[in-house]
């Protein structure tokens, strides 16, 4: 029998089944800076510099760790690629940057077209929420790397920022406040813990009382993207620094922006914690230490200001309807 590209695994006619079908999705994000359709081996954007002096680029690339396990099981791709989205843009957005345009990386073992099309759709709606373009990316069906069922994914962010304007930590003094902006779940960050814990005691299409939805339904909310009350603060507000809390938890991000020789005092006692993270909690017997290091615990952003720029900070913080906390300061 004759070998053929489709008999070792890899499958052509879905791959340009995925194209035809993703097309659409990618051009309804683009704008005016986009010169490329889908489809060259390169992506063109042309920068519009007209109102920058010394514009400086951002970029940022990630991916969404293991709650892909959880969209696969639950078989629900529709929102796993707003994550990825939303994880990158908010990861530039700290840094002051205007995001411009993004590329993905989807890997599969074999590859069906409607559960691609439904993840780069995710990308889509993203891109348009946080008005940046869906410039291209990559599909590759590796038969043999990934399990059937399974998919990998990654995103590259890219965006834009005036050199004075670039917020990186460096004027944060000791006495400055930190304000927390509530995340709505686990984001895309635990996983590995958080399924090792709740599989072994629930099933994802469990309603579970507390939660007040299924397992699932808690799993996959979006990460929340923190663009818009990012940009209004940094319009109206002198924000010392900005810290996505991602893997490494509240304290190990926000480090990351904190001048050497200061440290953090973090009033955990603040906020009331999610009942997702009371559940893993409880249920993994897990400890505060423990949690404090692998999850969010109900906090996606932190903003560092100045005491003298609180109450501004705070009206303005109300003005854009976003609930913020008082959740340490810096010593």
Known sequence: MEETYKSSGVNLDAGEKTIEKIKGYAKSTFNKQVLTDIGLFGAFYELDLQSYKKPVLVSSVDGVGTKLKIAVEANRHNTIGQDLVNHCVNDIAVCGAKPLFFLDYFATGKLDPEIAAEVIKGFSIA???NSCALIGGETAEMPGL?????YDMSGTIVGIVEKEKIIDGSKIKKGDLLLGFPSNGLHTNGYSLARKVLLSNFKLDQHID???CSL???LLKIHKSYLNIITKLNENVNVKGFSHITG???????MRIIP??????????NWELPTIFKLI???G???????????????????VVSKEDESHAFQVIHDNKEHVLLIGEVI
């Open 127 to 129: 891109c348009i929420e």
């Open 146 to 150: 990934y399990q059937t069922g399974d």
């Open 210 to 212: 507390e939660l007040g």
């Open 216 to 218: 699932s339904d808690e």
């Open 248 to 254: 490494g938890g509240i304290v190990g991000n926000t």
């Open 260 to 269: 050497k020789g200061l440290d953090l005092l973090i009033h955990w006692g």
């Open 281 to 283: 909690q409880n249920t």
């Open 285 to 303: 017997n897990i400890s505060a230490e423990e949690m404090r290091k692998v999850f969010n615990l109900g906090i996606g952003l932190i903003a």
